[in-house]
């Protein structure tokens, strides 16, 4: 019996009726590939998606709630079903998740303001260096996070001391490192959309007789337009989600969510957190929502962002 | 036109460079200063920190622990990852979106929200606890927090979602009529994905490689929640010092060990695939 056997060939004839008619007409070593694949697909979406979904089910588990918090730990599947943690959420988290949220906005538009110029500058440009520098532009990622948030934190204490402006523990300094990483997934998601599409497009609308800044809105605006909403929305992910730079330039009442979580598993566990995350994570599923509504979700696909 | 793109670039490049020379500079330098304690730096210019980095076990065994997690996330991923990454580049268009979507919004939820997760699935009263207990398997827990193993598997979860969406737009760009001229001569199905598939992907297998190898190398919320304070990897180590001792210097110095380590394994890495490619070509 090879792996190019029909499978229906391999049955005695009385057997033929229980299989339906596709399945016999596949080869053996098709239908073993066909079960593999499924076999590691589901294997692989389950391990990705379990943390996910355990969060969100244990937000609902009741089954330490006399406990009040205190060492309580969540169970997953939930017991005693209940939407308690979610009325306890303390006012800080929300609080937390707001400051997170506006963090992310503010510097997923700056990223966009500095990113969308320098990668039209550095794909249209001729001058020479530009490998360098766009090489440069993507150095932040290169950069491991804790190395990042402690050099803006040594530079902010530098800052203060030397003209005595205070970004340390201060929201501005949060946004502004955050701006830092920001910046380079426009700059690569822009720029990737901008070397696919032909310059002649531009040379076009020029020629007939339309301004630069025309051009540029008619023309190329359009055209990068995927480019920019991606590299945003993975610089607002990114940001919204980080802990590490964050862990080192917040203070006392700007602790963005990610942070308030983080400190929560590293010292002392908090039962409403499941419950914050799982709001998070439907928050995310939103907004994923809308910007397939609104835009297709496709231009995340597309080589948008640096992963 | 030339002067016009200059104009462009100037104001996001002085505001970028700025960030990114200015902090550098303020924090790397100081790994050239002997610690004098309380967050004190000295002022004459020397290697100490360095030499301490490099010579000293207990920094040198947080590099190679680091490195070692590194590669085994790597690894794992790429056995998880490619053979996904091949399926979904496989299928119908419609469908392909549809598992491409769901790895999308998988690394739409933040790193700490999937260690909470992790965290709750290996607990002692854990669901993965509470059914080994039930079969039999095992009579106490198994503990995965607090372990290499939990690092791994948070790192993983990462670099999953990560892996799949890079890989598949390189196995997307191998035209599927090379896999079918090869099976018409003859290749089976797992000739045709070792001797075309894999051999093909490969500049692009290398190149995410690197970068979620470098991404594991600096990982630092995995490390310390599902390390839980027992896995040393360097920025657990370089957060410690900083924490507990207040050592800038030190920490500065050891943030140079680790990014110059990165930066020599991407570039030793670059070096010997081109070298490899030429070899081959040189020999067909």
Known sequence: MTGRQL???????????????????????????????????????TFIFSPIIVVAGSSFDGSSLDLRGNSAFLNFPPENFTFEWYTRISSSLYQALWISFSMASIAAACGIVLGVPAALALIRGTFPGRIILGTLFRAPLQIPFIVIGLAFLQAYYEVGALIGLQLRATFAGLVIGHVFVATPYVVGSVGAVLQRFNVSLEEAALSLGASRWRTFKRVTLPIIMPGVLAGGIYAFLVSFG????????????????????????????????????TIVIVGSGLLLYVIQRLVGIDILLRGGGNG | MKANWVVVLAPPFLVCMTLLFGTQYVFLQLGFFRDLGIGQVGTELELFNYIRAFTEPFFLNALRLNFVLAVAVVAITLIVAYPIAYIVARMTPKWSIVFLTAMVVSSFVSIVIKVLGIIIIFGADGPVNRFLRWTGIIEEQILVIGTKSGVIMGLTHLGIAFMVMMLFSVIQSIPRSLEEAAEIHGASRWRVFWRVVIPLSMPGVVSASLLLFNIAMGAFVSAVLLGGGKVMTLPVVIQRTILLYTEYGMAAALSGMLMLFVFAVNIVSVVAVTRMRAARFAVT
């Open chain 1, 7 to 45: 499978i229906g060939a391999s049955l005695r004839p009385g057997m033929h009726a229980l299989l339906p008619e596709r399945l016999r007409r596949m080869h053996i070593g098709k239908l073993l590939r066909r079960l593999g694949s499924i076999f590691w697909m589901t294997l692989g979406y």
């Open chain 1, 242 to 277: 980080d802990v590490t730079i964050s862990l080192f330039l917040t203070g006392p009442n700007i602790n963005p969510l990610p942070v308030e979580i983080f400190f929560a598993l590293d010292r002392e566990f908090d039962p409403t957190i499941p419950a914050m995350a």
